[in-house]
């Protein structure tokens, strides 16, 4: 059975620091990861994807994969209060129909 | 791109009433279409998906169905609901290796 796993936090990071949020996955097969950040009461949106082992950079955010790890990352940069909210890692084996595995999601909060 | 339209917004239901929730998407065509249901304090469990008009697969046993009777139509009913039935009910699509795009959910509520 397919797992992700994330500490569900809450996460407290300082206004203009580093956050850092993490997440592992069980199933070796797969191929394609993603992050969305959910507000409170919001559906979730995409904001990163990963494929490669190494780095992907896209403004503030970074996410970083390590397959032979079995883990994920995601790295915000100069943290902001708006990016308080829930941040979901997903998984998918191969880009298959059967959908996005996600973790439970961390709770991060950006201190002013 | 793709937009994802769901409705209602809200819905408070009495335990034991039917249940319709429609998804339709607009801006792509042939799209993978999925039903996730998020209960509080928990994560996302996907429940049903469909790759194309007619063809339904269960993730999760329970007393909701799902149909798709367009390429860009998804349908979650039930006949009877449980109090067990709450949670934030979304819709999603995929049409590559890109991701999930997800509705405005539902908030089901039944009391």
């Known amino acids: 059975q397919k797992e992700v796993e994330q500490n569900s936090g809450p996460l407290s990071v300082p206004e203009g620091a580093i956050a850092s949020l993490n997440c592992t996955y069980s199933d070796r097969g797969s191929q394609s990861f993603f992050w969305y950040r959910q507000y409170s009461g919001k559906s979730p949106e995409l904001i990163m994807f990963?494929?490669?082992?190494g780095d992907k950079e896209d403004g503030r955010f970074t996410a970083q994969l390590n397959k032979a790890s079995q883990y994920v990352s995601l790295l915000i940069r100069d943290s902001q209060p708006s990016d308080s909210a829930t941040y979901l890692c997903?998984?998918?084996?191969?880009?298959?129909?059967?959908?996005?595995?996600f973790g439970k999601g961390t709770h991060l909060i950006i201190q002013p | 791109s793709q937009t994802i339209h769901q409705w209602p917004a809200t819905l408070v239901q009495p335990v034991g009433s039917p249940l319709s929730l429609e998804c339709t998407v607009e801006?792509?065509?042939?799209?993978?279409l999925y039903w996730y249901r998020q209960a509080a304090g928990r994560g996302l469990q996907l429940l049903f998906y469909?790759?194309?008009?007619?063809?339904i697969s269960s993730e999760v046993p329970q007393n909701l169905s799902a149909s798709r009777p367009q390429d860009r139509q998804f349908i979650l009913s039930s006949k009877k609901l449980l109090l067990s039935d709450s949670g934030f009910y979304l819709c999603a699509c995929t049409t590559g290796a890109s991701g999930a795009f997800f509705g405005q959910g539902t908030r089901l509520t039944v009391v």
């Open positions: 997903a998984v998918n084996e191969g880009g298959g129909a059967d959908g996005l595995t």
């Open positions: 990963i494929y490669s082992n």
């Open positions: 801006g792509t065509s042939n799209p993978n």
């Open positions: 469909s790759v194309g008009i007619g063809q």
